[in-house]
Each structure stands twice: as C-alpha cells, then as structure tokens.
T-cell receptor
Framework: LAKTTQPISMDSYEGQEVNITCSHN???????ITWYQQFPSQGPRFIIQ???TKVTNEVASLFIPADRKSSTLSLPRVSLSDTAVYYC?????????????FGTGTRLTIIP | GAVVSQHPSWVICKSGTSVKIECRSL??????MFWYRQFPKQSLMLMAT?????????EQGVEKDKFLINHASLTLSTLTVTSAHPEDSSFYIC????????????FGPGTRLTVL
C-alpha cells in the first residue's frame, strides 16, 4: 500500500481557492488516488477520484502529474462549511478487496 | 446513490455488555465492507475487512473474538463489540466498496460508542 504524506493543517480565507497537495512516491501502476472529506463525528465523504491528469466534478478538481507521485486537490472559492479534515488515499485495483490506509489527513480551517 | 447507513448512531452501555452495530448499503450490493475505528483527533484505523459469506479478515492487533463481524448478506454487515470496556469507547465507521474496477469506498455516518 502506498504511503501518503499531506500537510497536517492549512488555513485559508473564505472565497479563496485552496490547494492541498499529497505525496505518494510509491504509488503502484494500478492505484487510483481518492480524496475524502470528514467533518467531526461523521464518516468520511467521497470528494473525487482520479488516475492521471485532471479530474473535475461539481465540488473539486484533482490534478495529477505525469509521474503520479503526487496529487493536488483544488477547492474553488472555499466557504466556512469547507472546514474539515481532508484525506488523500491511494489504492484500489480491479481485483480483490484491497483495503485503504488513512494517513493523518489535512485539517483545513477556513477563516471568515 | 452509494448510500451507507449505520445503526445506531450512538450507544452508551455498561462495562461487560455486548453491543451490535449494523452497517447497510442502501442502494447497492456490497460484497466487501470495511470496519474502522477512530479515536478523537486521530485518523481512521482499519479494523477488519468483511466479506459476504465468508470470515472477516482482521488487522494485526485487532482481537477477532472481541470484535465479531458478520456479513450475512450483500447489504448488511454487523460488528459486535463483546464484553465492552471503557477503552473500547470510540467512533466506529463502516464503509462499503462499490464494486470492481475502482476501489471507491463509501462510508457510513459512524457510531459513537461510550462504555461506562
């Protein structure tokens, strides 16, 4: 299982774009990159998943360079409700029941 | 889609009693479900992988006789904390894997267990 490294915490003002970078130097060929958001006393919520280049959905964008050793979650125009812990995970393949390992996550605090 | 529920959302019990937590995939079938535990200010720690129709696979350090897992159907997995003690107090979260192809897991809302 690839180990991930993220900043422990980040602060940002409302309305700003926030980029959280995750390092995963040992990512395997079949691994996907998945980001989750967790609010206190709630289960993690799926945000976005990608394999390479760029993925965009209604809440975020995920940028993955060609070597796939890192990825960046981009949250456009954050609001106070985006204050949460964000986890980057790598893993998954098209066979088996591969488990995911959660790292420390990034605690994002949005300042009014 | 991809909704996972847990019941109960919180439970308080006396030391020595057993507590059962249910995890259901509401709109999809999950051959594999996972159980996690999370202590305050910490990350999620995988406890076990639950496979429908077979025995669960426990992570190192997790007592299988204490944390009984049953995955009786494609939409239901249960975790029973037997003879609970105060140190078992934690936030228990399940997840269900959507299917083959990618390993996207969808998480339940969690169950707060407090053992007095």
């Amino acid at each position: 299982l690839a180990k991930t490294t993220q900043p422990i915490s980040m602060d940002s003002y409302e309305g700003q774009e926030v980029n959280i970078t995750c390092s995963h130097n040992n990512i395997a060929t079949n691994d996907y990159i998945t980001w989750y958001q967790q609010f206190p006393s709630q289960g993690p919520r799926f945000i976005i998943q990608g394999y390479k280049t760029k993925v965009t959905n209604e809440v975020a964008s995920l940028f993955i360079p060609a070597d796939r050793k890192s990825s960046t979650l981009s949250l456009p125009r954050v609001s106070l409700s985006d204050t949460a812990v964000y986890y980057c995970l790598v893993g998954g393949s098209n066979f088996g029941n591969e488990k995911l390992t959660f790292g420390t996550g990034t605690r994002l605090t949005i300042i009014p | 889609g991809a909704v996972v529920s847990q019941h109960p959302s919180w439970v308080i019990c006396k030391s020595g009693t057993s507590v059962k937590i249910e995890c259901r995939s509401l709109d999809f079938q999950a051959t594999t479900m996972f159980w996690y535990r999370q202590f305050p200010k910490q990350s999620l720690m995988l406890m076990a992988t639950s496979n429908e129709g077979s025995k669960a696979t426990y992570e190192q350090g997790v007592e299988k006789d204490k944390f009984l897992i049953n995955h009786a159907s494609l939409t239901l997995s249960t975790l029973t904390v037997t003879s609970a003690h105060p140190e078992d107090s934690s936030f228990y979260i399940c997840s269900a894997r959507l299917g083959l192809g990618t390993d996207t897991q969808y998480f339940g809302p969690g169950t707060r267990l407090t053992v007095l």
